[in-house]
């Protein structure tokens, strides 16, 4: 049998859906039932398959009533077949240093499609004493047999032809391609499969992917404007439920959309251990467990606005946009810095209370905070504005810093003081409350 396939589709869609199972049948069946399914939601668009049946497959039907009355066997034809489109290695050439195999093949523009079975000939079993000179069948560039060949065993110049061997040679000196081992003593009737064969052709799919070990069909989609990953997960889970697709088919997103929702996953451990590398940065600089939470009380309003600038955008919380938020944790904080550096040092060399300590604070502060804040809004403005190559890629970092720095800016300096003050207020009760309790008597 030879099969001919042809290429399949390709999509340029940025998601996809990889179905798995461990029956081809099965895949080809639900397969399609699941984006037809998949058609019928909003969210998803571009919706493709690679599974395709644009392939073309060959059969050959043996008449063995024929074959039989001709001394042909089924092997006969699977030899002759293979000859012509296999590998068959028919000898070994040995040198001083290297040795090469000698393959049989048909010339590749022989076989580039089922028209080449009508020009695969297959030997007989009558067989015919061998004469001193012999006549043969040789197979031409074309993948076509002729007859008229000869060739004697004495001529010594028949041993260095073993690299062109044909189907059908029948020279003692030469190896018989039918087998690939046994010498050939007798010239060899050779019959065309197509006296003792049909030939059918059927479609079948350009390409079998796999996964694991199991067959997969991948299919891709867009998302509609406005819509998410999670919306298309949630998507894709109702349209399943529809088809009510069996257990031995079995689903998981793959490609970019894996490595998207992989990196989704990430993000809040992410965004925790920054959180945590500066309260002990802070802890270490004020040399206080309570204060480094007045600083990191001004991230949620950063976060806050850039979130909301991004929606207000109609863009997504992508890659870019975290790398923005890990930015604003940086240029926000320091405007609690800067508040709570000073209230600290008016408490503690001038012995201010709190209150005052950070009122004064942000007096004093507010234009530094203003001129810092303007600064890096400015500064990120070519960015949010998206100029020249490449620039949706970078607008949701403008985009994100610019919205996360407002909102700071515009309650960073209402939420600080109160904070603040809180905090002190319970540090001072727990220092009371160790001051007034009685001390330990340790016995020995």
């Known amino acids: 049998m030879q099969d001919v396939r042809m290429g399949g589709r390709q999509s340029n869609s940025t998601y996809q859906y990889s179905l798995i199972s461990d029956n081809n049948d099965a895949l080809k069946t639900w397969a399609p039932k699941l984006v037809e399914a998949m058609k019928r939601h909003p969210e998803l668009t571009d919706i493709d398959s690679d599974q395709a049946e644009n392939g073309i497959e060959s059969f050959v039907d043996i008449d063995r009533d024929s074959a039989n009355r001709l001394g042909i066997s089924p092997r006969d034809v699977d030899n002759a077949l293979y000859n012509a489109f296999g590998q068959r290695q028919v000898a070994t050439i040995y040198e001083d240093i290297n040795q090469y195999s000698v393959i049989l093949e048909w010339p590749p523009t022989a076989t580039q499609g089922p028209a080449a079975l009508a020009d695969v000939y297959v030997p007989t079993g009558a067989r ?106 949630a998507a894709i889970a109702a349209a399943q439920d529809e088809i009510v697709m069996p257990s031995t088919v079995r689903g998981a997103f793959a490609g970019t959309a894996q490595s998207f929702r992989d990196q989704l996953s990430q993000q809040p451990l992410l965004i925790f251990a920054a959180l945590v590398t500066i309260y002990l940065m802070l802890g270490m600089l004020y040399e206080s467990m309570i204060h480094p939470l007045t600083v990191l009380s001004t991230l949620p309003a950063a976060g806050f606005g850039a979130v909301l600038a991004l929606q207000l955008l109609g863009m997504e919380f992508s890659i870019i946009a975290l790398i923005g938020v890990f930015l604003l944790l940086g240029i926000v904080k320091k405007n609690a810095i800067l508040i709570i550096d000073f209230a600290l040092s008016a408490q503690r060399d001038r012995g201010m209370s709190a209150e005052d300590a950070v009122r004064e604070a942000s007096l004093l502060r507010f234009r530094p905070i203003l001129m810092t804040t303007l600064a890096a809004a400015l500064g990120v403005v070519p960015l949010a504005i998206g100029f020249g190559e490449g620039s949706e890629l970078r607008q949701p970092l403008g985009i994100t810093i610019i919205g996360g720095l407002i909102a700071s800016q515009l309650l960073t300096l209402i939420t600080t003081p109160v904070v603040y003050v809180y905090l002190d207020r319970l540090t001072g009760r727990r220092a009371r409350r160790s001051a007034e309790a009685p001390p330990r008597i340790q016995t020995a």
């Open 128 to 233: 015919t004493d061998a004469p001193a000179t012999e006549t043969t069948s040789a197979l031409t560039s074309s993948g076509t047999l002729s007859s008229g060949a000869t060739s004697t065993a004495s001529d010594p110049s028949n041993a260095a032809t073993l690299g062109t061997i044909a189907a059908g040679t029948t020279n003692p000196a030469l190896r018989d391609p039918s087998t690939g081992s046994a010498l050939s003593t007798a010239p060899r009737t050779m019959t065309p499969l197509s006296a003792i064969a049909r030939f059918t052709q059927s479609s079948t799919a350009a390409s079998v992917n796999h996964d694991n070990g199991e067959v997969s069909t991948t299919i891709s989609f867009n998302l509609a404007p406005g819509a998410t990953l999670g919306d298309a997960e």
